[in-house]
């Protein structure tokens, strides 16, 4: 069965500097992977994703994550954070099962942006 | 837009009580999905279903049952509510095929007391 670990459960930084969210999974065979972002009180969005083709992928307010296939990583950075950033972060990995799919999370990293 | 709406936001029920939430997906989803989610512990997967009537247990799936009788609705059921049952429930659906990133209802957060 697929895990995935999220080793930093709270990751602190001041508001324009950059950060990374660290992602790594359990094991190589191909694999569908995603970051998705809770705010407070609220459902979680997917922020980005992997499906395959390049391996850097970017989302739309400015975060990007690289598939390291040979280091089963999936981590994700931003350049320059915003108070706005300020948020859980969670990794996910998909697996199969049978005919379809399901999602392994991570626990969780909360970022705390201040300024 | 996907949608999944989740029938409540906040629960507050009694121990022993049977408790039902429910979640609707206007996409069309053939699967649906129910975790819970603790701090520290991330996402657990309770139930998920694939199609109508057909269920699959999760990773923690002790305490609850699941019913899908229409391909839109999927019900979380706690049959006897405990207050170890208290923490955040989140309802999601995918395509059974392809891009299968999941989307999310807001979330009920539930006290049992």
């Known amino acids: 069965a697929q895990s995935v670990t999220q080793l930093d459960s709270q990751v602190p930084v001041f508001e324009e500097a950059p950060v990374e969210l660290r992602c790594n999974y359990s094991?190589?065979?191909?694999?569908?992977l995603f970051w998705y972002v809770q705010y407070p009180n609220q459902g979680l969005q997917l922020l980005l994703k992997y499906l395959s083709g390049s391996t850097l992928v970017e989302s739309i307010n400015g975060f990007e994550a690289e598939f390291n296939k040979s280091q089963t990583s999936f981590h994700l950075r931003k350049p320059s954070v915003h108070i706005s950033d300020t948020a859980e972060y969670f990794c996910?990995?998909?697996?199969?099962?049978?005919?379809?799919?399901?999602?392994?999370f991570g626990t969780g990293t909360r970022l705390l942006v201040s300024p | 837009d996907v949608k999944v709406t989740q029938s409540s936001r906040y629960l507050v029920k009694r121990t022993g009580e049977k408790v039902f939430l429910e979640c609707v997906q206007d996409?069309?989803?053939?699967?649906m999905f129910w975790y819970r989610q603790d701090p520290g512990l991330g996402l657990r997967l309770i139930y998920f279903?694939?199609?109508?009537?057909?269920?699959e247990k999760g990773d923690i799936p002790e305490g609850y049952s699941v019913s899908r009788e229409k391909k839109e609705r999927f019900s979380l059921i706690l049959e006897s509510a405990s207050t170890n049952q208290t923490s955040m429930y989140l309802c999601?659906?995918?395509?059974?095929?392809?891009?299968?990133?999941?989307?999310f209802g807001q979330g009920t957060r539930l006290t049992v007391v």
């Open positions: 999601a659906s995918s395509l059974v095929q392809g891009r299968t990133e999941a989307f």
């Open positions: 996409m069309d989803h053939e699967n």
């Open positions: 094991s190589s065979v191909s694999v569908y």
């Open positions: 996910a990995v998909s697996e199969a099962l049978g005919g379809f799919q399901k999602l392994v």
């Open positions: 279903s694939y199609d109508v009537k057909m269920k």
